[in-house]
């Protein structure tokens, strides 16, 4: 049985790197000059998001909020890139090789992406305990803060709601109203979810700190990340106090994506 797993496991790898080998060979087949320097283009930005995922560099120096960033930042360009190919009015197999461009080359991403996440939280992690560690052993005494008020908005003094309450529903509304479902490729499921760990900071300001839980696709995390960053920069909260002074507070929010295909 376990034979006939590890075939069917090399045979779809098989497939695949076929698969791959197609799509590139197409590309390079492509005589529209403009359709061409669309797909050179946005393989810079891939290649880029891949390189970035093995780099052992950024692992090591880079905290997962930075990188989250980074990769948000990519991802941004893909989005931006994308809208030169439907400019160009492709034609049917066009399109076929625009979809199937997109298959082989975020399945490579979403391998990568996986396992960095895993690398990064563990990694992070560490650095956070050794940090720690030294102030415990700097000062002997951990002082612990008791938020006395947590992070509000100026439209929730008011509301009828609590304001913990009215907090969430100002973030889970800008995610209804700004969150684009990604298009580039067919998942094949109903729904996805995925927890952000948010932080408000003392200045009262959004920051993505990481991605608790992956949706499993990374164009479906980066697109919640993304919407973070429209709140980030529109959006100014009043911070959590402890002992009337502003903190840093962490939240961890759900996200679901209702995904309808055609």
């Known amino acids: 049985m376990k034979k006939l797993f590890l075939l069917v496991l090399l045979a779809i790898s098989i497939v695949s790197i076929a698969q791959e080998k197609n799509v590139i060979n197409d590309i390079k087949k492509i005589k529209n000059k403009e359709l061409a320097k669309a797909f050179a283009t946005q393989d810079i930005v891939f290649d880029e998001i891949e390189n970035f995922l093995i780099s052992e560099e950024i692992t090591k120096n880079d905290s997962l909020q930075s990188s989250i960033e980074k990769l948000s930042e990519l991802y941004n360009s893909i989005s931006k890139n994308n809208s030169a190919f439907y400019a160009l009015k492709l034609n049917k197999k066009e399109f076929e090789l625009l979809d199937n461009y997109y298959i082989y080359r975020l399945q490579k991403i979403d391998s990568l992406y ?46 009828e709601l609590d304001v913990n309450k009215c907090f969430q529903n100002i973030i889970l509304n800008k995610v209804r109203n700004n969150y684009n479902v990604p298009e580039y490729r067919t998942i094949g499921v109903p729904q996805l979810k995925l927890f952000l760990n948010l932080n408000i900071n003392k200045t009262g300001k959004l920051e993505t700190k990481n991605i608790l839980r992956s949706s499993g696709y990374f164009e479906y995390d980066m697109e919640a990340v993304r919407v973070m960053s429209i709140i980030k920069k529109n959006i100014t909260f009043i911070p959590a106090y402890s002992n009337g002074k502003p903190v840093n507070c962490s939240y961890i929010i759900p996200i679901n994506v209702a995904i309808i295909e055609d």
């Not at 996986?114 to 415990?136: C, I």
């Open 114 to 159: 996986k396992p960095f996440l895993t690398k990064q939280t563990a990694s992070n992690k560490q650095k956070t305990d050794e940090s720690k560690t030294t102030k415990v052993e700097e000062t002997k005494v951990e002082e612990t803060k008791i938020i006395e008020s947590a992070p509000s908005h100026e439209s929730c003094i008011n509301s």
